[in-house]
């Protein structure tokens, strides 16, 4: 018979546990949700009564914290007393691309997934189910399994795999009606019982038919591969952008023109400075690296070629505004309109940003920083996890404003690194004004009217356009 889940566990409270626990809470108040973390600071920060300062943001996220939290979602450093006390326990911890060792810069590192599978074999005295729920390179449950197993007090064990698709920025929209909840586990008869004690969870509010339940490492390659293919989109539409800049047709008639063949779709063709965030490079360097360690030369190859291009996407336009600004930047202020990696999230994780703003820096531009979630540290903390030179001259060569029109003031051109709404509502008349002439806009996002810019007096690039 199903066990019914009464209690979960869920480690790391970041940008994927701390939203997807709190939907669980909210949506089964009968269900004990605690959100644990070793950070202090980000607990506190999810305790905050004002759940205005809770550490993610996401539109909607505070309306749910505020309806679960202290009823039935909990947010605690005591680690061991919720492995303890759960049933089902989700690993929700980061894994970032390895920086040191064996696959450096390709592999997805897993220390923090080995520590909270060697924590939980030595805290539980019952049988637990382990839920993955971190993006993980196939077959992590196996090294999962093999630590509880050979670790821990002789409970049982059951691991599924449980990849999370929200994307940032509408997480809650996302979880709330998710297109598929995905499910994998061992194909014996307990494997199948602890799939089925997950989606009873589910149940309660996604669709019977959009929860789709397979073997372990059939989901755990899912995971990798759904955010390959969104990413391979994204590279071969920007492809096209610099086509489309030689050619005379605009990437954005041509995105609509091939989008409403239904076979196609009309999603993710979107040309940009390059995507970011946590998961679509780790990704796809991560299918790339175990592609390799099996000997796929042209599998890896193919899949590289992804990163190659969104990286040569980011570079270019860092170089559009050099040889625009008649080839050189030095001592000149670019203002940066947006850091975060998209819209309506303070995350900056492999934001284009910062990338173009190292090649900038490079060319010793000064730039100005104004975004509307991201505090200045983080814009500082970026640069110099780059160790591209040291801090205290990206402190010299950047600013980061709290107002936009002061960002922009005696700039000599502007980029658009984000597509925040409110960009496209400001005063651009106000801002020409008070701009270096002429004045430049260089619009990574296609976000802005290019002519009403133009009348204005700008002289504007758009990504993918003449
Ligand atoms: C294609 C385009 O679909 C059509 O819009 C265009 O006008 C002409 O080119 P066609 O070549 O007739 O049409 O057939 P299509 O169904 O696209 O298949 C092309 C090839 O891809 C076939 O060999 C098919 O077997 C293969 N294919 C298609 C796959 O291997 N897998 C698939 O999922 C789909
Ligand atoms: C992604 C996946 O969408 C999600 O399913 C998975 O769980 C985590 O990774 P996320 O990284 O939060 O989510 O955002 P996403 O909307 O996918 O955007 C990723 C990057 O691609 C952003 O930098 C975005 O600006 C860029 N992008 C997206 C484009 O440049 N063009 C597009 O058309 C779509
Ligand atoms: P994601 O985007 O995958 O949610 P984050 O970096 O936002 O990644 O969140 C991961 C969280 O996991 C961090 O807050 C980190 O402190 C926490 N964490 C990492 N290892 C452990 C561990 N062993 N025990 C508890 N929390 C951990």
């Known amino acids: ?116 599978a060697r924590q939980i074999a030595r805290v539980s005295k019952t049988d637990k189910i382990v839920v993955e729920k971190s993006t993980l390179p196939v077959r992590t449950a196996e090294a999962v399994k093999s630590i509880l197993l050979n670790t821990g007090n002789g409970v049982n064990y059951q691991i599924l795999s449980n990849p999370e698709f929200l994307a940032e920025g509408t997480a809650i929209e996302d979880l709330h009606a998710p297109d598929r909840v995905l499910i994998g586990g061992d194909t014996t008869e307990e494997g199948q019982e602890a799939i089925q004690a997950l989606v009873d969870v589910y149940a309660r509010w996604v669709p019977r038919e959009r929860i789709l339940t397979t073997n372990l490492w059939s989901s755990e390659l899912s995971k990798l591969t759904a955010n390959a293919f969104l990413a391979q989109r994204v590279s071969s539409i920007n492809s096209l952008s610099e086509l489309c800049e030689h050619t005379g047709a605009d990437v954005s008639e041509v995105a609509r023109s091939i989008g409403t063949d239904s076979r196609i779709g009309p999603k993710f063709l979107k040309s940009s400075v390059g995507f970011g965030g946590s998961c679509f490079q780790k990704d796809i360097l991560n299918l790339v690296y175990i592609a390799r360690s099996y000997g796929l030369r042209e599998v890896a190859d193919y899949w590289e070629q992804v990163i190659i291009m969104n990286d040569h996407q980011k570079r270019r336009f860092a170089n559009k505004i050099v040889k625009t600004l008649y080839n050189t930047v030095s001592g000149k202020k670019i203002a940066f309109l947006g850091w975060a990696f998209k819209k309506d999230t303070n995350d900056t994780r492999e934001s284009a940003a910062i990338y173009v703003a190292d090649d900038l820096l490079h060319e010793q531009a000064g730039i100005a920083v104004y975004d509307p979630k991201v505090p200045e540290s983080q814009v500082y903390e970026d640069l110099n996890y780059l160790n591209s030179r040291p801090g205290d001259i990206n402190k010299q060569l950047v600013t980061v404003i709290t107002d936009p029109y002061e960002a922009c003031k005696d700039a000599h051109a502007i980029a658009i690194l984000t597509e925040w709404d409110e960009f496209k509502d400001y005063d651009w008349q106000r801002i020409f004004d008070n701009m270096k002439k002429p004045a430049f806009v260089f619009d990574g996002r296609t976000l802005l009217n290019v002519k009403q810019l133009r009348e204005i007096g700008f002289k504007v690039y758009t990504i993918g356009r003449e």
């Open 1 to 116: 018979m199903t066990k019914k889940i009464t209690n979960i566990c869920c480690i790391g409270a970041g940008y994927v546990g701390g939203p997807t626990m709190s939907v669980i809470a909210q949506k089964c108040p009968d269900i004990k949700v605690t959100v644990v973390d070793l950070n202090q600071a980000r607990i506190d920060a999810w305790n905050d009564p004002d759940t205005e300062n809770i550490p993610v943001y996401e539109p909607g996220l505070d309306k749910v914290v505020a309806e679960a939290r202290g009823r039935n979602l909990f947010f605690s450093t005591d680690v061991d007393k919720a492995i303890d006390e759960a049933e089902m326990i989700f690993i929700s911890v980061n894994t970032p691309t390895k920086t040191y060792g064996s696959g450096k810069g390709m592999a997805a590192d897993l220390k923090y997934i080995e520590l909270c």
